[in-house]
């Protein structure tokens, strides 16, 4: 067999359609599958929408340098969250599975117990050297869960820039998931939508008295006019976490081979806090106007649309801070050896009078997410256009690391990357706040893409008890125009479907006759 370099190889891996030459060469063997592994990098933006970046055709230019990036990459264009808040979203992308499947579907939930050892870090195993970084919260409880696999978890405070409340629970490493619920989710916490009122009124009192003496620290000042960001606990600046992805990156690569880091980081979510200078940097767009929907809330247009681009703003400074943190990798030589992948745990509505992601409601902005995979040395671009999921990272992960993929899994390997375009495969999101992880989801939407068609089931709500939704993405990406009752024969086939799906997942749930 003709020698192949490395280079060669992920060169035909990534424009290959289908991955059908990753296959061939995987077949055919030879001393090239034998060299090292590569190193793997994710990186995931917190609440970015594939709807506001102008990679996927947006009007405002939000996102130069991740188009700059794109044009070594492998490019979805109709990748999907596994939830629309960060618990679900994160944990389908750590464990390869659905929400209805891994049951984070809570708040600040967890990966059921059964499943917990399904996770990228623990599957990848000690042939790797595994890190992970989650300035959000819930998703560093995750990381927690799974801390037995982590050769290096890197606290959540590592790269603040000041205190707003303190996380405590960080101090007891016997039990620090126990000690988040009862002390900084329970004791202290005075969270708006998770716990507004702190358990103990003598820690709440000191929490308060601690939070007056420090607003200081996230105050509005000349290079921040709306203040510093904020996870809900501390303040950071984008630009000193953004150094500490790249300085944790080169350490990384300069010390072990070959290494996974997973860094989860809190920008663009709210609040929306860019520097100035993308204040006011964008140009103005007409949106369209979209119905409220009954289980929406009843925000005015005029303050989802400030918040549109008080939030747009902020990926454009998010954006910039990606291009010059591979600007930095790659004059290292980090980029020669080594995947990055570039997606997010949900996204962020502004439209049918609701804003953020607080909603049961799974249109597209909140879970159309973008996925970037640049793989080492130079690759030409490649766009896949089919539907793909958060959960096939997992599996894709552990393909590019010539690891076993377990069976039973919801996600596939990524088409591109050795797998194959699916049209008829379903990709499934889930919403279930309101309902117990432990018994079947009594409150629940559900949304399912196939092709170009889209379902969402909404069950269980006291507005709408059982309601179902159908679009055409292709002919309608606004979703402004329900097939379901026109439509009637794709509506029944994709209805069915789901709900034979959603029954079988529900199974194991069920109370024993």
Same mark, same amino acid.
């Given at each position: 067999m003709a020698h192949l370099s490395r280079r060669d190889i992920l060169k035909l891996a990534a424009l290959a359609s289908g991955g059908a030459a990753w296959t061939a060469l995987r077949s055919r063997g030879g001393s090239a599958m034998q060299e090292q592994k590569p190193n793997i990098v994710v990186l995931v933006a917190d609440t970015m929408s594939a709807a506001n970046l102008s990679l996927y055709g947006y009007e405002r230019q939000t996102t130069p340098n991740l188009e700059r990036l794109a044009d070594r990459a492998i490019v979805y264009h109709s990748h999907y969250a596994g939830g629309n808040f960060t618990s679900p979203g994160t944990a389908t992308l750590l464990t390869g599975s659905f929400a209805w499947t891994h049951r984070t579907v809570?708040?600040?939930?967890?990966?059921?117990?059964?499943?917990?050892?399904?996770?990228?870090?623990?599957?990848?195993?000690?042939?790797?050297?595994?890190?992970?970084?989650?300035?959000?919260?819930?998703?560093?409880?995750?990381?927690?869960? /799974?801390?037995?696999?982590?050769?290096?978890?890197?606290?959540?405070?590592?790269?603040?820039?000041?205190?707003?409340?303190?996380?405590?629970?960080?101090?007891?490493?016997?039990?620090?998931?126990?000690?988040?619920?009862?002390?900084?989710?329970?004791?202290?916490?005075?969270?708006?939508v998770v716990n507004p009122l702190a358990g103990s009124p003598s820690f709440g009192y000191i929490s308060l008295l601690y939070n007056l003496s420090h607003t200081d620290v996230g105050a509005p000042d000349a290079d921040h006019p709306y203040g510093?960001?904020?996870?809900?606990?501390?303040?950071?600046?984008?630009?000193?976490?953004?150094?500490?992805?790249?300085?944790?990156?080169?350490?990384?690569?300069?010390?072990?081979?070959?290494?996974?880091?997973?860094?989860?980081?809190?920008?663009?979510?709210?609040?929306?806090?860019?520097?100035?200078?993308?204040?006011?940097?964008?140009?103005?767009?007409?949106?369209?106007?979209?119905?409220?929907?009954?289980?929406?809330?009843?925000?005015?247009?005029?303050?989802?649309?400030?918040?549109?681009?008080?939030?747009?703003? /902020?990926?454009?400074?998010?954006?910039?801070?990606?291009?010059?943190?591979?600007?930095s990798l790659e004059q290292a030589g980090v980029l020669e050896d080594t995947y990055f992948i570039i997606t997010s745990d949900h996204g962020e509505m502004f439209e049918r009078g609701v804003f953020g992601h607080a909603t049961p409601l799974l249109y597209e902005p909140i879970i159309h997410v973008p996925l970037l995979v640049i793989p080492p040395g130079p690759v030409q671009r490649l766009d896949i256009r089919t539907p793909t999921s958060n959960a096939d990272l997992l599996p894709t992960i552990l393909s590019l690391a010539k690891m076993p993929i377990p069976s039973g899994l919801d996600g596939r390997i990524l088409p591109g990357l050795g797998g194959e375009e699916d049209p008829e495969r379903p990709v499934i999101s889930v919403e279930a706040k309101e309902a117990s992880s432990f018994q079947p989801l009594a409150r629940v939407s559900l949304s399912m893409i196939k092709g170009t068609k889209k379902l969402t089931a909404y069950m269980g709500y006291n507005k709408s008890p059982e309601a179902f939704e159908l679009y055409d993405l292709h002919e309608d990406p606004d979703e402004k125009r329900d097939l379901f009752l026109q439509d009637t024969v794709t509506a029944a086939h994709m209805k069915e479907e789901l709900l034979d799906l959603f029954t079988q997942a529900e199974r194991p749930f069920q109370p024993t006759p």
């Open positions: 809570n708040l600040g939930g967890l990966v059921r117990r059964s499943l917990a050892g399904q996770n990228i870090f623990h599957l990848l195993g000690p042939a790797y050297h595994r890190s992970g970084f989650a300035q959000n919260i819930w998703a560093d409880l995750l990381l927690r869960q /799974f801390g037995d696999a982590l050769d290096w978890h890197i606290p959540a405070p590592t790269f603040m820039d000041g205190w707003g409340k303190r996380i405590v629970s960080h101090s007891f490493a016997k039990d620090s998931i126990g000690a988040y619920y009862a002390i900084d989710d329970f004791l202290i916490s005075t969270h708006p510093l960001p904020t996870n809900g606990y501390y303040y950071f600046q984008n630009r000193v976490v953004y150094d500490g992805v790249r300085d944790s990156i080169l350490d990384l690569h300069g010390r072990h081979s070959p290494f996974f880091a997973y860094f989860h980081l809190m920008s663009p979510h709210a609040l929306y806090c860019p520097t100035r200078k993308f204040v006011d940097s964008l140009a103005n767009v007409e949106l369209p106007t979209k119905q409220m929907h009954p289980l929406g809330e009843r925000i005015n247009r005029r303050t989802l649309l400030e918040n549109r681009k008080n939030y747009d703003e /902020f990926v454009a400074n998010v954006d910039a801070e990606m291009g010059r943190l591979f600007d």
